[in-house]
């Protein structure tokens, strides 16, 4: 989705060196040019007022954290994606696992999960959530309920459950 910036057009912009690009360009991330010597340098991102914010307090965890995030959005046996309303967020953010990355500047997304499952909840409830198994997604839609949640898109594919 999102997309690292080929080495011969790395650049300097406000004395960051951007090294990854949101899809439709609406933010990048970086290094800024004081900490490149840095073993594993803080990451800042360009937030809405187009300042450079921490995103990551070290490069090896933004890597993880955009994989995991990659992930969610690459194609598996099933996905779900949709609007949680409040007490649907509520449940979710108290009933799955926290994956240890902090919250995405840009989205205001958190990433939620176990074995087989990646869920996204942004920053307007929108919620994703991708499976490797049908028994994961079967456990996530439990959760889901059935009053407060907007199911906008659903995929399963039960001939590559890959549990």
Not at 60 to 68: I, K, Y
């Amino acid at each position: 989705q999102d997309a690292l910036i080929q080495p011969d057009k790395l650049a300097l912009t406000g004395g960051v060196l951007e090294f990854y690009v949101e899809n439709q360009g609406v933010t990048s991330w970086g290094i800024r040019e004081a900490e490149l010597s840095v073993d594993d340098p803080p990451v800042v991102v360009r937030d809405e007022d187009n300042r450079w914010v921490a995103q990551s307090p070290q490069f090896s965890e933004f890597v993880l954290h955009m994989f995991a995030f990659s992930i969610q959005l690459g194609k598996h046996p099933a996905q779900i994606h949709g609007f949680a309303h409040s007490p649907c967020v509520q449940r979710l953010e108290t009933s799955l696992p926290k994956l240890g990355f902090p919250e995405f500047i840009w989205t205001r997304s958190r990433l939620f999960g176990f074995n087989d499952l990646v869920v996204c909840i942004d920053g307007t409830d929108h919620v994703s959530a991708s499976a490797r198994s049908l028994e994961a997604i079967r456990s996530f839609r439990q959760l889901l309920g059935e009053q407060d949640f907007e199911i906008i898109a659903e995929t399963v594919d039960d001939t590559k459950d890959g549990g």
